[in-house]
């Protein structure tokens, strides 16, 4: 039979408890980060990236008198962060949930209610630009309905920390409308950035917990 | 019960770390048996012997399910185990906190 270090005291005879406590919490906290479908490290980056993206946009626009919306080299940024953020999303949390079953991966229900969050999105800018309702030219405004979708999910979950961030993300997308259109992109990335370091905080705190 | 209070079943260093990874989950969710194995580093024989004890004790719960050619066996914590691991951590904390 195969023996690791970790088989050598099989009646734990050998075990001492300071090693047994060390073992655990060492153990405990590897798995929790190996599990971890959002870790706290890409949570940050994230919060930066948005920041960077979102604060660029911010600052080409600011000036506009009238309010055009984001200029056509403003786009490529937002795109690539759209892109580079989805990629690692992807990746990040497909490597966390390997072989992972039961209640965590999201249903199927719950990815169509997502999904028709963001197509319900699309459906509500085009018919406010239709009825010349100014709030469809202001970034935060896509925010509200996927913000609030997914906190409706994770709340019939009962994981309240990403409802928490889920309602955080629609109190954005409302705080924006206050801003005016240029304005909405500065709160945009500063509430989503203030947002994700607070979910990467949660969550760095629950896993030394 | 060891001397020292400590559960003989999970007061073992292989064990500890299967019952620990395992916690890590949330309540209701279950690991493959492979990627148990590659978190833990263990050959598939060795797992199996300590899965076995575990199971026995009712500290775990092992179900097998095939989607045609593939079998996927997956492995999860149950209450009493994770209540086991509950005492143990508490009987650790007090017999280092009286050291």
Redesign the interface.
Known sequence: MNTTPGTTADNGGNFDPRQAAALLDQTTQQARRQLQPSPPWLLATRAVMVLAALGAIWLSVRGQHPYRGPTAADIPILVAFIVINFAATVAVRRRATTGVSGRSPLRPAEITIAALAWVAVVVVMVALAVAGVSYSLYPTTVLIIPGLAWAAVMAARKDWGNCVTGLAVGVVGVAGLFAGPAGAWAVAGVGLCVVLLGRAAFIAWQQHA | M?D?G?D?LI????R??IV??L??????????F???Q??????P??LI?HLRKLEEADYISSKKSSNGTVSIT?V?LTGHGRAALGAY?QA?RE??GG?
């Not at chain 2, 590659?38 to 050959?43: C, H, P, S, V, Y």
């Open positions: 060891t020292d400590l003989p007061h073992v260093p292989t500890l770390k620990a990874t916690a890590a989950l949330p309540d209701g969710d279950a690991l493959s492979t990627r148990l590659d978190m833990i580093g263990l050959t024989g060795n012997i997956t999860a951590t650790l017999l280092l050291l």
